[in-house]
């Protein structure tokens, strides 16, 4: 895979040079394996590379990080470690083998070589390495007939229990083969609607069925990998009520149209997780009480949760947005309480023209218009008591949208305005009043 390898991002070539003078240094032999080789052979673009070690995989990412001054991650539990090099996750991990004893639960592992630990994986597409060891600089390791898959379309086990031994692989299977518009391999279709039918998924940890839902969200066309998944699998093991309803399938579809407007309107902003917004759609056929079980059940993270209850909370609430007259300001003032991903939810959600055209107007001026002035500014100018500088900010804020303040010093005037008549209202005794508001 000589050729391959030169098609890595240049910032790459080198780094991977200096991690195999390295491993030379430190008598270990290391390689790139699972869906980078694949993305390789696939010629995809490679964003994060994992590297395979037959030796101390933590002992030599430490000694890489610290030529560079890079902060590392360790795991000891599973002998890996990673850092983050120019913006790319590098993840180390010593070849290991694993035996599950039972399934669904964390395999017993032991140290390996590279065949044997190529032999755990999921998939034989998932399944190749590299050798990065100067005697044999890209050699491809193939056991399991990955590349062979890989030219006829094929997502394929390695054995016929790997979904009972991890059945998060059947969510895996699904999202790799959408991913790539793959096929399964017969027999592996056979294995899996085999695991599906003796309750496989039930057996699964929450938590790592919380994980694959959210790899697929953050697929490109999640939309693709859940109807195949409700085809398959249903969503029986989520909560019972859960279905890939056509009216969740056509807002899902209508979110994958907008996905790079979103983007594009969002991205900048790097918190806007857009996979929170499919999932949002994704639990369109269940009501807020079973909503929250299911979060509370997948051990879902207190934003996840808050966008979500968010996004139901303005669609029931998104008659304002249709009516005859709202104003710039009070537009703002009623969307800007919300996530984005609850604002994108709504206006992938809604039909309504008007209401379209605002949440439109939001995204596109509303939400991008920033204060001169900050809290320091409030300071020179003399403004006591500083816990009011956040409902100062706040009204100012407001005012621009409705006036269209041009320069520091307008907003500057309006802030003193506000100011006093805050401290007036504060000192003659609504500090009670304007310290809670
Ligand atoms: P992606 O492009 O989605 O990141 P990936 O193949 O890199 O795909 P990861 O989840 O990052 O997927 O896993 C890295 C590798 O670890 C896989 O390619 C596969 O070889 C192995 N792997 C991951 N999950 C499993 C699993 N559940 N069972 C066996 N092997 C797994």
Known sequence: MKKQLTYL?????EFLRTCAESARAHHARIYLVGG?????????DVYDLDILVEGDA?????????????????HKAFGTASFIFRGHKIDFAAARSETYLTPGSLPRVRKAGVTQDLSRRDFTINAMAV????????????????QEDLRRHLVRVLHSES????PTRILRAIRFEQRFQFRMEAGTLFQLKRAVGSGALDTVHPHRIRDELILIMREKFPFRCLR?????????????????????GRLLNRIQRLQSFFLRSFGARTEFRLWSVYFTAFLESLSLPQVEFLLEELGMDKRTRSDVRAARSLRARRRRLKAPVLSDDELYEFLHQFPLEAVAYVYAYSTNGR???????????????RLRIRGRDLQRLGVTPAHLYGKILRSVLRQKIKKGFRTKEEEERYALGVAERLSRQWASGGRKKGKNS
Do not use: N
Not at 9 to 13: E, W
């Open 9 to 13: 991002p240049s910032v790459f070539k």
């Open 36 to 44: 980078v080789v694949r993305d390789l052979l696939l010629g995809r």
């Open 58 to 74: 933590i002992r030599l990412a430490v000694a890489i990080a610290r030529r560079r001054g890079m902060p590392v991650t360790r």
């Open 131 to 146: 050798s990065l060891h100067p005697a044999e600089y890209g050699r491809l390791i193939d056991p399991c007939g990955g």
């Open 163 to 166: 979904f009972f031994d991890d």
């Open 228 to 248: 195949r998944a409700g085809k398959l699998t249903g969503f029986g093991f989520l909560e019972p009520g859960v279905r890939c309803t056509p009216a969740a």
């Open 355 to 369: 209401l379209r055209r605002r949440i439109r107007r939001f995204i596109d001026t509303l939400s991008h218009i």
